[in-house]
């Protein structure tokens, strides 16, 4: 196995491959580009984030969040996907199967600390994260490893959450879900009432924009037709996780046919989410934790 890192566009694990196989497991959208993000400029904070990722950030692959996991909701003085993917990593370490490489984010002032680790037919993230900024952060982590749908189609994805939700909708034009509510793992509710099993990947680009909220859970299996995929992670830190879906909704400002699997610290899809839901990991002066997350990949 290989794996392309991109520590200058927020250490980015650009693709996953097994030996003698070109196909990469991970999504990248048409034309991705990693080139070199800015060292300190985060672009516009808030709703304007969000924009400034799409059109700016986004390459696909595999990326850190943190010190916010996924959209900052109503708070304008946080980043989507938080500070780590925006900007350009400082390498520290590095060798045919390793690259660490560390970033303090100029916002919050939190210290990463990230080593990636190819070993046999699994890539594992290991993270630190210290906080110098000299007062107490309130912060949401996480993964956000994407998938091309293509490569899995007719496929499925295992788990087994104590829970499940579907959380208010992001995209409610786009959106196959019924909105705020809970279901029973892997079936949901569609916005016309039918049944649909979610774990299913389907066959053709189906143009849904939806997310689903797996509580309690700390490994899914990814089972395609010519791969099998298992994201595991650190269940004590990231006790939840974000499978999203978006096949070519109309509208979208970038082309992704693609779906993620995202452990997260917070339930959810917004910060506002973690917040209602008391979720925050509050980190003290010069406190620290440590995580981790891997993908291991075996032919189907």
């Known amino acids: 196995m290989w794996a392309q890192v991109a520590p200058q566009h927020g250490f980015t694990i650009a693709s996953i491959m097994l030996s003698g196989d070109e196909e990469n497991v991970l ?16 672009g516009p904070s808030g709703k304007d984030s969000i924009d400034h990722f799409d059109r700016v950030v986004i390459a696909g692959g595999w990326f850190p969040m943190c010190p916010t996991a996924g959209p900052p909701g109503s708070d304008q003085g946080r980043w989507m996907h938080g500070e780590a993917p ?25 210290h990463l600390e990230r080593i990636v680790t190819v070993h046999d037919d699994t890539v594992r993230a290991d993270t630190r994260m210290v906080n110098v900024s000299g007062k107490r952060q309130a912060i949401t982590f996480g993964e956000h490893p994407c998938f091309a749908r293509q490569t899995f189609a007719s496929g499925v994805i295992d788990a087994s959450p104590h829970s ?12 196959l879900l019924r909105g705020d509510r809970e279901m029973s793992w892997p079936l949901a509710t ?15 680009a189906d143009q ?11 490994a899914v299996k990814i089972r395609g037709p010519r791969h099998t995929v298992d994201v595991e992670w650190d269940g004590v830190c990231m ?12 509208g979208s400002p970038w082309p992704g046919d693609v779906f993620a699997v995202e452990p997260m610290s917070a339930p959810g899809r917004t910060l506002d989410d ?4 008391q979720a925050l990991t509050y980190l003290d002066v010069d406190g620290s934790l440590e995580t981790w997350a ?6 189907a």
Do not use: K, M, Y
């Open 190 to 204: 569609a916005s016309d009432g039918r049944t649909v099993d979610v774990s299913q990947i389907p066959e053709c």
């Open 239 to 250: 006790p939840h996780a974000l499978l999203w879906q978006h096949f070519s909704p109309p």
């Open 86 to 110: 925006r900007l350009q990593w400082t390498v520290v370490d590095q060798s045919e199967a390793h690259v660490a490489a560390v970033l303090t984010t100029p916002s919050t002032g939190i």
């Open 27 to 42: 999504w990248n959208p048409p034309n991705a580009s990693f080139a070199a993000l800015p060292v300190a400029d985060l």
């Open 294 to 299: 891997s993908i291991r990949v075996r032919p």
């Open 164 to 175: 499940a939700q579907v959380p208010a909708l992001a995209d409610p034009v786009n959106a």
């Open 274 to 277: 973690a917040i209602a839901s």
């Open 208 to 218: 849904r924009h939806d997310h689903i909220s797996l509580e309690g859970v700390a």
